[in-house]
């Protein structure tokens, strides 16, 4: 992630881009000047005049652009992605992924998943506080903490000259030193076990599959060197390999389906091919050395000559570690990290449930080797209910998780939501009575999410509890002013108490927030005709 530069004109060749998106019957454009980068969505009537204009000066750049680039927007102390994402292939400005199902706007909040992975971690709080205007040019990427752990010991004792060689007999009571040789004062990923190292490297890609922090946790917990299992458990679905022939999986679930692999006993990992230091200038003579690190040149059964005469020459990953064709903004796998021998075959059946621990449909990915995997039933809960939207076969899974969380764990704020919002679909006078209690439940334990205090709010009002119904969802807008329901519930509830003028301000308010809300427009104009 990068601050953005206002002067990067590139990117807005003439100074001003517009987009226009049929489907949606909106407009966006991006407007550069001397200081500032913007961008717009608006609407226009029939009559070409605009019916709302919503504006917001981008402040960073996620990609290094290769694919292409997502920015993020400041409001209030939250991050959102903007409407707009530039490709580079072909170069134009586009609706970012995911921005074509509905009216997004500026509301898509960036969380701190998102920034973990995107940016290092001294920059991580600034950034996640978009407090950077005073800092302009400083450089918010991937740092080198991200993969060498905290630097501070290390700089104290190279500092103190503290020798090197005899740390190494040191070892620190409590701590896991992971670390085999060397400067222990930091993390040289080289002189880890490989499974550790691929760890670090993990900690950011294997991006599409589910990730949930064990409980308590939060992403920047994790340490270079440590297992990542004790800050965040990954998942994969243990079926999505029907997909794969088509979509490989992620990088590492796919290498470790490798004969490479598996035959060299865990060997191979991340950085078996890849040092993060050097962006190879020849690939294929590159990915050749390493590969003949573990083979010989004649183990290949393809003649030398028929190798030599494609371009380019011999580059053996490019036989055997086939691509896909489009590059697009997203977190899906380009090179299929599985070597293979011929490249239209199949994965074995069941190739992702070896990459891990099964736990019904889900493979936990990165279990520890040779330790008992333990995944908390909440951990478990947590991952499917990520997964359930996308994936409604998984359903069955999600309640059965629900209910042995519920045993489990009665008095934890998210298991109490799920339940409530497990009810809240029988739209039941029983199964009401029941949400509002789990509802109740999981806000008394102070659950962050807006829509569980909407959700009560909602339920609150159709059983007649007009009252208390506003309390809660005025409490709820003022933990996040940033979830539109809240404001239509909240006008709702006014009404129903006859009061009329706030019902109003309420809707006003929606559309200061939201502007893009064409069905809270109309409501308004509605409620303003003289009656
Ligand atoms: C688990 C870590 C992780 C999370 C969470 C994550 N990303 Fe990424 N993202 C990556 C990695 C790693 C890549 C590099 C792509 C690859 O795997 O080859 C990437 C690539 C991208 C790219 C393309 C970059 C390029 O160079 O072309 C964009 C844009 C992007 N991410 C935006 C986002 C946004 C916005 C969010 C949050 C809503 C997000 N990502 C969340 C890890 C993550
Ligand atoms: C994406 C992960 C990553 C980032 C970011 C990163 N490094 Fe590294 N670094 C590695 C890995 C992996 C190695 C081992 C490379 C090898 O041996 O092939 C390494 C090796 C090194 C070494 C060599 C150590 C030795 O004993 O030879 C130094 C020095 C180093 N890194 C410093 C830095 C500095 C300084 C930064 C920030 C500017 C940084 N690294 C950022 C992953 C990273
Ligand atoms: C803190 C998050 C993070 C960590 C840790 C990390 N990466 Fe990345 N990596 C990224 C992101 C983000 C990108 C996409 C490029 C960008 O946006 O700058 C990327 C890109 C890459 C690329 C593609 C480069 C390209 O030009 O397309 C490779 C290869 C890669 N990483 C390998 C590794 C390896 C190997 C490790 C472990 C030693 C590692 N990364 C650790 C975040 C990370
Ligand atoms: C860490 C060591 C290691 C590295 C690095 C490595 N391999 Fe392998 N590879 C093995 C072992 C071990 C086997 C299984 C025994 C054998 O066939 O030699 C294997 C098997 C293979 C096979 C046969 C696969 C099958 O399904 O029968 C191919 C093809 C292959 N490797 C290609 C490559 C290519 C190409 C690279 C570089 C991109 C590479 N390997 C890097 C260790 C490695
Ligand atoms: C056997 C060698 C090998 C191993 C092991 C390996 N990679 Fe790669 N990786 C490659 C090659 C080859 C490419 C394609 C590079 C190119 O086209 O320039 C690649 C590309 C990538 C890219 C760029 C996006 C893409 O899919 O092309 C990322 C990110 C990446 N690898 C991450 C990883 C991670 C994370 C691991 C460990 C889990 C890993 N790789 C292990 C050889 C390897
Ligand atoms: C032009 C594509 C191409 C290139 C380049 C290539 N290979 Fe192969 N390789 C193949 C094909 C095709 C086969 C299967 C041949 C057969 O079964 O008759 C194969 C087979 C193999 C096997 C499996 C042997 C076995 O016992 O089944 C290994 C290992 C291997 N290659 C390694 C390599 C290495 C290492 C390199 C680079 C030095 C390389 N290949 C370069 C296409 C290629």
């Given at each position: 992630?990068?601050?953005?530069?206002?002067?990067?004109?590139?990117?807005?060749?003439?100074?001003?881009?517009?987009?226009?998106?049929?489907?949606?019957?909106?407009?966006?454009?991006?407007?550069?000047?001397?200081?500032?980068?913007?961008?717009?969505?608006?609407?226009?009537?029939?009559?070409?005049?605009?019916?709302?204009?919503?504006?917001?000066?981008?402040?960073?750049?996620?990609?290094?652009?290769?694919?292409?680039?997502?920015?993020?927007?400041?409001?209030?102390?939250?991050?959102?992605?903007?409407?707009?994402?530039?490709?580079?292939?072909?170069?134009?400005?586009?609706?970012?992924?995911?921005?074509?199902?509905?009216?997004?706007?500026?509301?898509?909040?960036?969380?701190?998943?998102?920034?973990?992975?995107?940016?290092?971690?001294?920059?991580?709080?600034?950034?996640?506080?978009?407090?950077?205007?005073?800092?302009?040019?400083?450089?918010?990427?991937?740092?080198?903490?991200?993969?060498?752990?905290?630097?501070?010991?290390?700089?104290?004792?190279?500092?103190?000259?503290?020798?090197?060689?005899?740390?190494?007999?040191?070892?620190?009571?409590?701590?896991?030193?992971?670390?085999?040789?060397?400067?222990?004062?930091?993390?040289?990923?080289?002189?880890?076990?490989?499974?550790?190292?691929?760890?670090?490297?993990?900690?950011?890609?294997?991006?599409?599959s589910t990730r949930v922090l064990r409980p308590g946790k939060s992403f920047s917990d994790?340490?270079?060197?440590?297992?990542?299992?004790?800050?965040?458990?990954?998942?994969?679905?243990?079926?999505?390999?029907?997909?794969?022939?088509?979509?490989?999986?992620?990088?590492?679930?796919?290498?470790?389906?490798?004969?490479?692999?598996?035959?060299?006993?865990?060997?191979?990992?991340?950085?078996?091919?890849?040092?993060?230091?050097?962006?190879?200038?020849?690939?294929?003579?590159?990915?050749?050395?390493?590969?003949?690190?573990?083979?010989?040149?004649?183990?290949?059964?393809?003649?030398?000559?028929?190798?030599?005469?494609?371009?380019?020459?011999?580059?053996?990953?490019?036989?055997?570690?086939?691509?896909?064709?489009?590059?697009?903004?997203?977190?899906?796998?380009?090179?299929?990290?599985?070597?293979?021998?011929?490249?239209?075959?199949?994965?074995?059946?069941?190739?992702?449930?070896?990459?891990?621990?099964?736990?019904?449909?889900?493979?936990?990915?990165?279990?520890?080797?040779?330790?008992?995997?333990?995944?908390?039933?909440?951990?478990?809960?947590?991952?499917?209910?990520?997964?359930?939207p996308e994936n409604p076969s998984l359903e069955g899974d999600y309640n059965l998780a629900?209910?042995?969380?519920?045993?489990?764990?009665?008095?934890?704020?998210?298991?109490?939501?799920?339940?409530?919002?497990?009810?809240?679909?029988?739209?039941?006078?029983?199964?009401?009575?029941?949400?509002?209690?789990?509802?109740?439940?999981?806000?008394?334990?102070?659950?962050?999410?807006?829509?569980?205090?909407?959700?009560?709010?909602?339920?609150?009002?159709?059983?007649?509890?007009?009252?208390?119904?506003?309390?809660?969802?005025?409490?709820?807008?003022?933990?996040?002013?940033?979830?539109?329901?809240?404001?239509?519930?909240?006008?709702?509830?006014?009404?129903?108490?006859?009061?009329?003028?706030?019902?109003?301000?309420?809707?006003?308010?929606?559309?200061?927030?939201?502007?893009?809300?064409?069905?809270?427009?109309?409501?308004l104009r509605r409620a303003q005709l003289p009656q």
């Amino acid at each position: 992630m990068s601050l953005v530069n206002p002067r990067d004109t590139l990117l807005v060749a003439g100074g001003s881009v517009t987009v226009q998106n049929q489907k949606l019957h909106r407009w966006f454009n991006v407007l550069a000047n001397e200081t500032d980068i913007s961008q717009s969505e608006f609407e226009l009537d029939t009559n070409g005049r605009e019916i709302f204009r919503d504006t917001h000066s981008l402040m960073y750049a996620i990609g290094s652009g290769h694919a292409g680039r997502t920015y993020l927007v400041r409001r209030g102390n939250s991050l959102f992605e903007a409407p707009l994402s530039y490709y580079s292939t072909p170069a134009k400005w586009d609706l970012s992924p995911g921005y074509e199902s509905g009216e997004v706007g500026f509301s898509r909040r960036v969380d701190e998943a998102c920034l973990t992975c995107h940016t290092g971690r001294v920059q991580l709080v600034l950034a996640s506080e978009g407090n950077s205007s005073e800092q302009n040019g400083a450089d918010f990427s991937v740092s080198c903490e991200n993969c060498h752990g905290p630097g501070q010991q290390h700089v104290k004792e190279r500092s103190a000259g503290i020798p090197i060689l005899n740390r190494l007999r040191r070892a620190q009571p409590g701590v896991r030193s992971v670390q085999e040789s060397g400067d222990t004062s930091i993390v040289n990923p080289r002189r880890l076990q490989e499974w550790l190292a691929d760890n670090i490297c993990m900690s950011c890609h294997e991006a599409s599959s589910t990730r949930v922090l064990r409980p308590g946790k939060s992403f920047s917990d994790f340490r270079p060197g440590l297992p990542l299992d004790e800050t965040a458990v990954i998942f994969a679905i243990r079926s999505s390999q029907e997909a794969s022939r088509s979509m490989p999986l992620q990088h590492y679930t796919s290498m470790v389906a490798s004969q490479c692999y598996q035959a060299s006993r865990g060997k191979l990992g991340c950085l078996s091919c890849h040092d993060p230091h050097s962006e190879p200038v020849d690939p294929a003579s590159y990915f050749r050395q390493k590969c003949l690190a573990c083979h010989a040149d004649a183990d290949c059964r393809l003649s030398l000559e028929v190798r030599q005469a494609r371009v380019p020459a011999n580059d053996c990953a490019g036989c055997h570690m086939p691509k896909r064709g489009l590059r697009e903004i997203s977190h899906s796998t380009l090179t299929d990290h599985r070597i293979v021998v011929r490249s239209d075959e199949p994965y074995p059946a069941d190739a992702i449930a070896q990459s891990g621990t099964v736990f019904g449909s889900l493979v936990h990915v990165n279990a520890i080797p040779g330790q008992p995997d333990q995944v908390p039933a909440v951990t478990l809960l947590e991952a499917y209910s990520a997964l359930v939207p996308e994936n409604p076969s998984l359903e069955g899974d999600y309640n059965l998780a629900l209910d042995r969380a519920a045993t489990t764990n009665p008095n934890s704020a998210s298991v109490l939501s799920k339940l409530g919002w497990r009810c809240y679909k029988h739209d039941t006078p029983d199964a009401r009575i029941r949400a509002i209690a789990y509802f109740q439940g999981s806000i008394a334990r102070d659950s962050k999410s807006a829509a569980d205090y909407s959700a009560l709010g909602d339920l609150l009002l159709k059983s007649g509890r007009s009252e208390e119904a506003l309390v809660v969802l005025r409490k709820g807008i003022a933990l996040d002013q940033y979830y539109p329901r809240s404001y239509k519930l909240l006008a709702l509830c006014y009404i129903a108490l006859g009061q009329y003028k706030e019902a109003l301000d309420a809707m006003r308010q929606a559309l200061d927030v939201f502007p893009e809300d064409s069905s809270m427009r109309n409501l308004l104009r509605r409620a303003q005709l003289p009656q």
